[in-house]
């Protein structure tokens, strides 16, 4: 089939549906809510099952993988107009603490991955040497990531990766959920939680996604008359112009360097930063909303998530299957040890209720460590997100460059060397949390 700007309609509005659905399914089914299944994989699993890729009862086209890549790039240009550049002096200790935790697991899940593939893998099957990257990247990077870096090999001649990154980020989803609701039952058994609920207390909001009217707020402002410009236009148009700034900068520097092939994410979110500053410069960045651009970049995040899953390609799953297998097992396993091992000792107060949050972001999403939390900690008393919002303005940059100099890594021969690093730079984190004393354990609470 000939791919058209009516393809492109034909898709949106098959995934539109499909997104609709999972919605609707989400509202009423209590399997559903207890697992807390997010509606874009719902939609992403449809359309892989009744798409061309298994049943062909959908019209889809062969471009899903691509609009996944030009989604990614969007949700990148969304990140420097929305990130708070805010510090706080106040609970610095526990901030540290919760940075070095995260940003050190997040180093060795990159390191496991990739030296796993290198190390063991690659012996037993013939693979990509960069096959073990499915796992940090689909795990603690989720399917957003997962887009980013299956874009980034494909530069290189490995396409495969997407397609491995997706399944990888999908099996995650499933037991960071899965494994994360047992983990609870037997933290809780064991006195180990500290504000423990049920889900069938559980504000209502939370198991079907739906606000109440009292709840509901104002989605941004607008700062034009409709009859000028539409403030959804302007912000639209800011984000926009910056991926299609990523996108030429992208294309410029493979130009110049046909070597170096930056993908368009990694360089629309430079584009972002300059155009920040810019509009900052000449004084009107009060006619951007960020709560406008933040509900943008979760309507691409769900599009991108129903998209990309339904792109995975199952004949590369089922050629890969027992190594992936492999793979995916030993990430959980280790994932499931550095986690609440290492969160047991660096922090002080309710290290069980970090934990399971890190558990639900390490191998699924940032939503599904939220929902975990929330089930642990209903009235967040334990702090734990506001920690998190200020230590991972300190870890976006570095898993920005784990996804945008993995490929020339390993493309150029460089795998064990970026294994290597990932390797000694976790470490170093965790022996600098060691010289702080933050590794300790006091019997007083902070």
């Known amino acids: 089939m000939t791919f058209s700007p009516w393809s492109l309609l034909v898709d949106a509005g098959i995934i539109s549906l499909l997104l609709l659905l999972g919605k609707l399914l989400r509202s009423k089914v209590r399997f559903i809510q207890r697992f807390f299944i997010p ?3 719902l939609a992403g699993l449809f359309g892989l099952v009744l798409g061309p890729e298994l049943l062909g009862w959908l019209p889809l086209s062969n ?16 990140i420097p107009f929305t990130s708070s550049r805010a510090a706080q002096a106040k609970g610095e200790a526990r901030i540290g603490r919760m940075w070095a935790y995260s940003q050190a697991g997040m180093l060795l899940q990159w390191a496991l991955g990739g030296g796993l593939g290198l190390w063991f893998l690659c012996k037993f099957w013939p693979l990509d040497g ?46 960071s959920v899965v494994l994360g609701m047992w983990l609870i039952s037997l933290g809780a058994a064991r006195g180990k939680t500290s504000f423990l609920c049920s889900f069938n207390t559980l504000a209502p909001e939370l198991k079907t996604g739906i606000l109440p009217k009292d709840k ?44 170096l092939k930056l993908p368009v994410f990694s360089c629309a979110f430079i584009v972002g930063l300059l155009v920040s500053r810019i509009i900052s410069r000449i004084r009107v960045e009060e006619h951007l909303s960020k709560p406008i651009i933040g509900h943008f ?47 047991s000792r660096i922090h002080r107060k309710y290290p069980f209720e970090k934990s399971i949050f890190t558990w639900g972001w390490f191998t699924g999403t940032m939503a599904m460590g939220i929902a975990l939390l929330r089930i642990t900690d209903p009235d967040a008393k334990s702090g734990t997100l506001d920690d998190y919002a200020y ?35 976790g470490a170093a984190i965790l022996a600098f949390a060691a010289l702080r004393g933050w590794l300790k354990k006091p019997s007083g609470n902070e």
């Open 297 to 343: 970049n979760g309507a691409f995040t769900d599009y991108l998530v129903a998209f990309g899953v339904a792109s995975i390609r199952l004949e590369v799953v089922g050629r890969y299957i027992v190594p992936l297998s492999i793979l995916l097992a030993v990430g959980l396993v280790l994932t499931l040890v550095y986690v609440f091992w290492m969160g």
């Open 391 to 425: 230590a991972y303005l300190y870890i976006a940059p570095v898993e920005i460059a784990l996804v945008s100099l993995s490929p020339l890594a390993f493309y150029y021969g460089y795998g064990w060397a970026f294994v290597t690093v990932c390797a000694i730079l």
């Open 216 to 259: 509901r707020l104002s989605m941004g402002e607008a700062s034009f008359s409709a009859i000028s410009l539409d403030s959804m236009s302007f912000n639209f148009a800011v984000i926009a112009l910056t991926a299609l700034g990523g996108y030429g900068l992208a294309k410029g520097i493979a130009a110049l360097v046909p070597a």
């Open 63 to 78: 471009q899903l993988g691509t609009y996944a890549g030009i989604l990614i790039a969007l949700v990148f240009s969304c």
């Open 130 to 175: 960069a096959f073990g990257l499915s796992m940090p990247a689909g795990f603690c990077g989720g399917h957003g990531t997962a887009a980013a870096i299956g874009e980034s090999f494909a530069n290189y001649g490995f396409e495969e990766m997407q397609s491995l990154a997706m399944t990888a980020a999908t099996v995650g989803i499933i037991a």
């Open 39 to 41: 509606p874009s994989l």
